[in-house]
């Protein structure tokens, strides 16, 4: 089923950024909505300084006054004070641009994420590219972990989402993954890989459960690229979350500089030099815009280096 569109915010993203969307619980009472932002942040200095800005609206758009009565259920809007963040080495490069139907694609370096998400704002693909290419309307049309290197496709301007988010979820995008990992020990390749992966809120990482399956992905052995690594192609028609790592990781080959599968081990924030080997190579579609037939191919190649810049 297609997930429900959430509606746009009455704020415009400002210096690349779109503001919070604050949800008014019911089961949580206050007098006033800013009592309320106030103690959700601990910063009541800061949600007055927006408040006399402006700076904080209902859901409607309706400014919100010292006054205004909590609303359960209700939602509210506001900037955000950016955290501190350790700078992400790497260039976006654009592979792909066409203001008639507003499809951008763009070749994502590892480490930097696609959206922002708890610690990572600014150091995102979508803050960078709408402060570069002062394009405030922008947004992805999927997504790629933070440490996945590759193309990723966004939309220039909010009339435009909709056909392509669609394609994303009737399946009308495919996506091709290299990688580097182990030489498979006692398996036949290529192998079809269909199971049930769950990903919980909180947990690191995805796991394996009984079910129908949800997640499946072709993966083939390319070329052996020097002595005990090989190179795989990975093809999934599913896409749920980690579901690449998580099925080389069961096979017993998991993809080198994964710091996640099999088992976690800790990485500095500021630690750069071992970047996951797992390339989204190339992306292919119908455009449902303009019915051309689109090839779109990563300008990076396998083994991924550290990125610099």
Do not use: W
């Not at 758009?61 to 939602?75: A, D, L």
């Not at 955290?83 to 507003?102: H, Q, S």
């Amino acid at each position: 089923m297609p997930r429900r569109r959430r509606p746009e915010p009455p704020l415009p993203p400002r210096d690349g950024l779109g503001p919070a969307r604050v949800r008014m619980p019911v089961h949580v009472e206050h007098p006033t909505v800013v009592s309320f932002l106030a103690a959700l942040t601990g910063d009541e200095e800061g949600v007055r300084r927006r408040l006399a800005a402006g700076e904080i609206v209902l859901a409607d758009g309706t400014p919100v006054g010292e006054g205004t009565p909590y609303r359960p259920g209700g939602t509210a809007y506001l900037y955000r004070d950016l955290p501190e963040e350790v700078p992400v080495p790497g260039e976006l490069l654009v592979l792909l641009r066409d203001d008639d139907t507003g499809l951008l694609a763009v070749d994502k370096p590892p480490f930097l994420a696609t959206t922002p998400r708890g610690g990572h704002v600014a150091q995102t693909a979508l803050v960078r590219l709408r402060r570069a290419l002062d394009l405030p309307e922008l947004t992805p049309v999927h997504r790629l972990d933070r440490l996945t290197s590759g193309v990723l496709l966004l939309t220039t301007r909010a009339a435009a989402r909709r056909p392509y988010q669609v394609l994303v979820q009737t399946g009308g995008l495919r996506k091709t993954y290299e990688a580097l990992a182990p030489l498979p020990e006692g398996r036949d390749l290529p192998l079809l890989v269909h199971d049930r992966l769950v990903k919980t809120r909180g947990e690191l990482q995805a796991r394996v459960v009984p079910g129908p399956p949800n997640a499946r992905t072709l993966v083939e052995l390319l070329d052996v690229v020097e002595p005990g690594v090989g190179r795989y192609r990975l093809t999934p028609t599913t896409g749920q979350t980690h579901q690449l790592r998580v099925h080389l990781a069961g096979l017993g080959i998991p993809i080198l500089g994964d710091p996640l599968y099999p088992v976690v081990s800790d990485v500095a924030p500021g630690d750069f030099s071992n970047p996951l080997q797992l390339l989204a190579a190339e992306v292919c579609l119908t455009d449902p815009l303009s019915g051309r037939e689109r090839r779109i191919t990563s300008a990076r190649t396998l083994p991924i280096g550290p990125p610099t810049g």
